[in-house]
Structures are given as structure tokens and as C-alpha cells.
């Protein structure tokens, strides 16, 4: 079997409609013509597995880098609470005391993290479950190497997942995990609170345009630099270096989840890092699930659930959330050698989204299909 990590990042390129900012960012593509804005103050940091990359455009450096410096004290601070690396985190407090009866207690801030996710394994039935950590585990996706369990492997990690199974204070504040071996990963949904805070931290401080891509989970502040919407290209998950399609947003955030960023293959099957909790397998078929909502961490939270579960099942899940969501199919193996390429066909998006996605890849192979929810 070979195995294969890669610990890409679906990081998306910010600009408007002027050259300078696509370029100041790694993906290219986004944009051309019109005036060139100012040159944004921009730092970037290794943190939560991926890196933090915030830019701030104003015209007092000196506060600029203030700005910086706080949105990234916050996404800090957002780590050292939920971390699963971090043995002082939250998190890895509550995971330790699984199985002994004990409560751990929670800041606001992760209470506030575990609420939502909560909230949304309700909402996507499921689909999105902070405690699938033990499946994920098995798989061996977090390891040297990726492996497929066998069924006594699998059936003992499912036994020590599902979010119905935790047990949480009345106010919330605090949280026990029946079971030994059960454990928080708030790993589908911490960026995106990050993002948030960071954000909000920047606000404070003074910044008026700004963005912050952590991983993959874009959020911005105020006005594109040189007016107008904001240009967010999205991955191309068969070429992750390179813009598939690129979005306009007014404000909010987009993210995405893809098949790129932890997978690996066996027998010619691409397993990827992203499990359905209700079947404890890898999610097939889908490449990337890119979802634009208000917060950061609703459309951290929504890519995900949305990847597991699938246009059909997600269209209506968006529709009730009021996000717009892009679906990626698995184009299949490569013919010939080189990555398969996406065609249009292999597109699957929410109506809302329809007329604000420009496509980069050519237009023949098809059209995308429109994501309808179908349920009475
Ligand atoms: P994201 O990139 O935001 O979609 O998060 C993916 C990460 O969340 C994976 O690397 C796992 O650690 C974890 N994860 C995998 N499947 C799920 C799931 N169904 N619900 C919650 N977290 C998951
Ligand atoms: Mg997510």
C-alpha cells in the first residue's frame, strides 16, 4: 500500500480586481485591471498545524502592526485553549480525564466552541462530530502512515465517538467524557473561530481593511483595499498551487475542506481525512467543499459537515443556514499520467452562488450543476 501525507493547506488568494494584491499572495489568478491599491502590512506565523497570514492595510504602519500583532495574540491564545497538541490545553485536560468520572471546566471561549459544534452535529445530523477523534485515529491519518482497519478496530473506535454521549454542565461551563478513550478534536472547527477572534481583534485595534487566512479559513474586514468586493480564489483540489475559481464577497468568510490536505491511497483508492461519523469511513467522492457564510467558524464548521454529507443531503442543510456552498467532485484516477483534471461538470454549487463564482479552469467538460434542496 502506499502512503502519501501531505500537509498542504487550502489556502485561498485575496485580492480585488487588481493584480497587486493576487500577487502578494502564494495562489495566482486572482484578478486583473483596475487600480493598483496600496501594499498591505502582512505577517505570517507557523500555528495550529498550517499558518497564520494576516494583512492589513492602513495607512499608520505603526498601527498596522499593532493590529497584527493582536489579531495574531488572539488566534494564540485560541490554541493554547484547544490544542489537542498542547498537554496544558482545555482540550487536552478533558480528554485526559475521559473514563474517570470527572468534569473538566471549560473557559467561555471553548464553551463557546463546544456549544457550536454541538449545535451543528445537531443541524447536519451528525456529520459534523468533535469526538470522531478515535475514528480519525484509526485510519491512521495523524500518523506515519495510512492504513485501513480492520472491522474489531473500527467498531471499538465507534464506540468511543458520538457528541450525544458527552456529558456538559447545565451552563455549559464544563464537560465529561464518559468513556476512556473518548476525546475532543476540535479540529473541523477551531481555525475558524480563530479567524474570528483574530478578526475582532484587529477591529479593535484600529484596522479597517483587512484579512486573515489561516489554513484555509478566510476572513475579512471592511472594504476590498481598493473598494468593491473582496476576491477570494478557492483551490483547485487537483492542483492546489493554482486558483480553480474565484469568489466575490463583501464581507464574512469562506473556507475550505479538501481531500489534499491529509490523504492517503491504497489499492488505487484515495482515503482522505474527513470521516462520516455515522459509518466511521473515510468520506468518498467529493474533492473539496468550499462554504461562504457571516463567520468564519460557520463556514468552518459547514465545510466540513457539508463535505460528509454530500450535495443531495447538504443543499438543504445550506439553504436552512443561509451559506452558499461549492461542492468539488473526485474527478477520479489520473488517465495518462499528471492529476485529473476538474472540468466544470465536476462542480456542484448552491443556487446563491451560482452568478458570483468566476471559473478558471476551461469551460468545455460539462456544467455545473445547481445545488437544490429537494426536501417538502
Ligand atoms: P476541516 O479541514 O475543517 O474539514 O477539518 C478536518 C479535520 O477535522 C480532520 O483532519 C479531523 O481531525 C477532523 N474531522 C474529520 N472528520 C470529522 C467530522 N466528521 N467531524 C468533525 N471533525 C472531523
Ligand atoms: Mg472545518
Redesign the pocket.
Known amino acids: 500500500m502506499s502512503t502519501r501525507k501531505v500537509g498542504g493547506e487550502?489556502r485561498a488568494c485575496v485580492g480585488r480586481a487588481g493584480a497587486a494584491l493576487a500577487l502578494t499572495l502564494a495562489v495566482g489568478g486572482c484578478g486583473s485591471g483596475g487600480p493598483t491599491p496600496p501594499d498591505p502590512v502582512v505577517g505570517r506565523w507557523p500555528i495550529m498545524g498550517t499558518f497564520l497570514e494576516v494583512r492589513v492595510w492602513h495607512a499608520d504602519e505603526t498601527r498596522a502592526r499593532t493590529a497584527l500583532d493582536a489579531a495574531h495574540g488572539e488566534v494564540l491564545r485560541v490554541d493554547s485553549l484547544m490544542s489537542t497538541y498542547r498537554p496544558a490545553s482545555e482540550l487536552s485536560r478533558a480528554n485526559r480525564a475521559a473514563g474517570t468520572g470527572r468534569s473538566t471546566p471549560l473557559s467561555p471561549a471553548t464553551a463557546e466552541v463546544l456549544a457550536a459544534a454541538l449545535g451543528y452535529a445537531r443541524l447536519s445530523d451528525g456529520?459534523?462530530?468533535?469526538t470522531?477523534?478515535p475514528l480519525?485515529d484509526v485510519w491512521g491519518?495523524y500518523g506515519e502512515e495510512g492504513r485501513l482497519p480492520p472491522r474489531p478496530v473500527l467498531d471499538s473506535a465507534r464506540a468511543l465517538t458520538g457528541w450525544r454521549r458527552l456529558a456538559l454542565s447545565d451552563s455549559g461551563d464544563s464537560v465529561r467524557l464518559p468513556r476512556a478513550g473518548m476525546r475532543l478534536?476540535f479540529?473541523?472547527?477551531a481555525?475558524g473561530y480563530a479567524v474570528d477572534r483574530a478578526v475582532a481583534a484587529l477591529r479593535v485595534a484600529g484596522a479597517e481593511r483587512a484579512m486573515v487566512d489561516l489554513g484555509g479559513n478566510v476572513g475579512v474586514l471592511g472594504a476590498a483595499p481598493a473598494g468593491g468586493a473582496w476576491r477570494v480564489g478557492l483551490r483547485d483540489p487537483r492542483n492546489p498551487s493554482e486558483a480553480l475559481a474565484v469568489v466575490a464577497m463583501e464581507d464574512g468568510a469562506v473556507?475550505t475542506?479538501g481531500d489534499y490536505?491529509?490523504f492517503f491511497v491504497a489499492d488505487g483508492v484515495r482515503y482522505a481525512?474527513?470521516?462520516?461519523?455515522r459509518t466511521g469511513v473515510p468520506v468518498r467522492g467529493t474533492a473539496s467543499v468550499s462554504v461562504l457564510a457571516a463567520s468564519a467558524l460557520a463556514s468552518?464548521a459547514l465545510?466540513?459537515a457539508l463535505?460528509?454529507l454530500g450535495p443531495a443531503e447538504g443543499a438543504c442543510l445550506a439553504a436552512a443556514q443561509g451559506v452558499e456552498a461549492l461542492w468539488i467532485r473526485d474527478p477520479g484516477p489520473a488517465r495518462r499520467g499528471g492529476p485529473p483534471a476538474i472540468e466544470p461538470r465536476h462542480l456542484v454549487v448552491t443556487p446563491g452562488l451560482e452568478e458570483r463564482l468566476e471559473l478558471r479552469i476551461g469551460r468545455s467538460g460539462g456544467t455545473p450543476e445547481v445545488a437544490r434542496c429537494r426536501r417538502p
Do not use: M, N
Open positions: 487550502a456529520a459534523l462530530d468533535v470522531v477523534g480519525v491519518f478534536d479540529g473541523a472547527i481555525k473556507a475542506s490536505e491529509r481525512h474527513i470521516v462520516d461519523p468552518d465545510s466540513t463535505y460528509v
